[in-house]
């Protein structure tokens, strides 16, 4: 699934591109994928592309808005003018002629551009909304990790009351948001600090290290462009990130720990495959 660094990365690309554009057509290749009126969109100007937690906003030129949402294996994709950009899910369609058969909606410009949304497991979606919705939405997550409205005593506060496991705890988009798996994993070994530990259970001094941790982490990630693991797409230029080649125990159960040489395990947690060091992390 698309984390925080991945949906910002797709942000910041798409905001090099679409802002200015006009729609001229709307095509709904999936029912489940698209909520909204097709008319009222047809002839408004994208003005800009935002995210909150992992949710993506194209602001429109009539005030409305298109929420997006990638879930686990959505992408965004713009084709044009000799351009090829997006991200999210890595899979085939990043290279292939699209429409593809994995293609949801697609956008057309009047410049010809075109952007495609593409979901294989179809649980992503795009939603016409108004800015009270938008707020409404938006106002069910808390802040983003690398705001600066997340600090030690907001986590200690939050943390405090809650007997789940820390990872699940950083995960919670309702405490913090923008932490999915992957981050949570590497930011938990980087401050030393098991997965499966209570979130009340931990000092002030651990939750400082985490939040140190957890934002380095995701500011690298954002530079580097994301994570993308399928290793026929990582070098795709416009499309795929470079994070995955600083990962420290996620994926790697099994192999030695880079600190210790002591083997990386894995246990599921939450459902979620949970990647720790037994020795480094306390």
């Given at each position: 699934?698309p984390e925080?660094?991945?949906v910002?990365?797709?942000k910041?690309?798409?905001?090099?591109i679409?802002?200015?554009?006009?729609?001229?057509?709307?095509?709904?290749?999936?029912?489940?994928?698209?909520f909204?009126?097709?008319?009222?969109?047809?002839?408004?100007?994208i003005?800009?592309?935002?995210r909150?937690?992992?949710?993506?906003?194209?602001q429109?030129?009539?005030?409305?808005?298109l929420?997006?949402h990638l879930?686990m294996t959505?992408?965004?994709?713009v084709v044009?003018?000799?351009?090829?950009v997006?991200?999210?899910?890595?899979?085939a369609?990043?290279?292939?002629d699209?429409?593809g058969?994995h293609t949801?909606i697609?956008?057309s410009f009047i410049d010809q551009?075109q952007?495609f949304?593409?979901?294989?497991r179809?649980?992503g979606w795009m939603?016409q909304i108004?800015?009270?919705?938008l707020?409404q939405?938006?106002?069910k997550?808390g802040?983003?990790?690398?705001?600066?409205?997340?600090?030690?005593d907001?986590?200690a506060?939050q943390?405090?009351?809650?007997s789940?496991?820390?990872?699940?705890a950083?995960m919670d988009?309702?405490?913090v948001a923008g932490?999915?798996?992957?981050y949570?994993c590497?930011?938990?070994?980087?401050?030393q600090?098991?997965?499966?530990r209570p979130a009340?259970?931990?000092?002030?001094q651990?939750?400082?290290?985490?939040?140190?941790?957890?934002r380095?982490?995701?500011?690298?990630?954002i530079?580097?462009?994301g994570?993308?693991?399928?290793?026929?797409?990582v070098d795709?230029d416009?499309?795929a990130?470079?994070?995955?080649n600083?990962?420290q125990?996620?994926g790697?159960?099994?192999?030695?720990?880079?600190?210790?040489?002591?083997?990386i395990?894995?246990?599921?947690l939450?459902?979620r495959g949970t990647?720790?060091?037994?020795?480094?992390?306390k």
């Open positions: 699934m925080l660094p991945e910002e990365t797709l910041r690309r798409l905001n090099e679409l802002p200015g554009k006009t729609i001229a057509r709307i095509q709904i290749f999936h029912p489940k994928s698209f909204g009126q097709v008319d009222e969109l047809i002839g408004q100007t003005t800009a592309v935002n909150r937690a992992k949710i993506l906003t194209f429109l030129s009539n005030h409305q808005f929420m997006t879930k959505g992408q965004l994709i044009g003018q000799g351009t090829r997006g991200g999210g899910h890595p899979n369609d990043w290279v292939q699209l429409p058969k949801r697609q956008y551009t952007l949304f593409n979901d294989q179809i649980f939603r108004d800015q009270l919705g707020d939405e938006l106002a997550y802040p983003d990790m690398i705001n600066s409205l997340v600090t030690v907001y986590l506060a943390f405090k009351r809650r789940m496991p820390i990872k699940q950083l988009s309702s405490i932490v999915g798996n992957i949570a590497e930011a938990l070994f980087a401050a600090i098991l997965p499966f009340k259970s931990l000092t002030n651990e939750i400082t290290e985490l939040l140190t941790q957890s380095r982490i995701l500011f690298k990630a530079d580097l462009g994570t993308t693991f399928d290793g026929k797409y795709i416009g499309l990130g470079g994070f995955q600083e990962l125990v996620y790697r159960a099994g192999q030695p720990c880079l600190v210790c040489g002591r083997p395990q894995k246990i599921k939450g459902g990647y720790y060091c037994a020795h480094c992390q």
